[in-house]
T-cell receptor
Framework: RKEVEQDPGPFNVPEGATVAFNCTYSNSASQSFFWYRQDCRKEPKLLMSVYSSGNEDGRFTAQLNRASQYISLLIRDSKLSDSATYLCAVNIGTNAGKSTFGDGTTLTVKP | DAGVIQSPRHEVTEMGQEVTLRCKPISGHDYLFWYRQTMMRGLELLIYFNNNVPIDDSGMPEDRFSAKMPNASFSTLKIQPSEPRDSAVYFC????????????FGPGTRLTVT
């Protein structure tokens, strides 16, 4: 079993739709969680850090469920420009030197 | 502020040749990571450094790969000899110690070995 798993998709949604992605992690010692966005042929860029209480940034909401060991990303009122691959990342342990990345979920928003 | 800088952006080489990829992390960041990304295997961590010291190189595929960080502002990833299966995008990323653990990626080097 992979340490971090994501549904690869693709998710094809119309503009304005609400879409949610989940990411599960296997190590209960995981401490820090992130969502990155990667556009085609570009580098991953941090979208959001995920805090215990959940956090929101505009149309994006990230949540953490430690009991079930998953994080989620909700995108409301999706835009064409949201089309990208979304990678989740997990750091394990208090030092948390490295992140383990999922394989990403591809989102395509259509007119 | 300058982000992570990588060079070259594209490299095409023949099998058996030596390839050297370069990275300049964000000033003040004390962690540096080398990743490889392919369609088949996703984003794989090859090695990471803390304060110029290699901490975990368990992701380095084999002895043909080596990485160095001679100072806080420069790192190299070398492949010698290169093979077609090394074709991938290689990303360098850095992060600081204060604040969160988020990483900042460079634009990547797209390597093609023929």
């Amino acid at each position: 079993r992979k340490e971090v798993e994501q549904d690869p998709g693709p998710f094809n949604v119309p503009e304005g739709a609400t879409v949610a992605f989940n990411c599960t992690y296997s190590n209960s010692a995981s401490q820090s969680f992130f969502w990155y966005r990667q556009d085609c042929r570009k580098e991953p860029k941090l979208l959001m850090s995920v805090y215990s209480s959940g956090n929101e940034d505009g149309r994006f909401t990230a949540q953490l469920n430690r009991a079930s060991q998953y994080i989620s990303l909700l995108i409301r009122d999706s835009k064409l420009s949201d089309s990208a691959t979304y990678l989740c990342a997990v750091n394990i342990g208090t030092n948390a030197g490295k992140s383990t990345f999922g394989d990403g979920t591809t989102l395509t928003v259509k007119p | 502020d300058a982000g992570v800088i990588q060079s070259p952006r594209h490299e095409v080489t023949e099998m058996g040749q030596e390839v050297t990829l370069r990275c300049k992390p964000i000033s003040g960041h004390d962690y540096l990571f080398w990743y490889r990304q392919t369609m088949m295997r996703g984003l794989e961590l090859l090695i990471y450094f803390n304060n110029n010291v290699p901490i975990d190189d368990s992701g380095m595929p084999e002895d043909r790969f080596s990485a160095k960080m001679p100072n806080a502002s420069f790192s190299t990833l070398k492949i010698q000899p290169s093979e077609p299966r090394d074709s991938a995008v290689y990303f360098c990323a850095s992060r600081g110690t204060s604040g969160g653990y988020e990483q900042y990626f460079g634009p990547g080097t797209r390597l093609t070995v023929t």
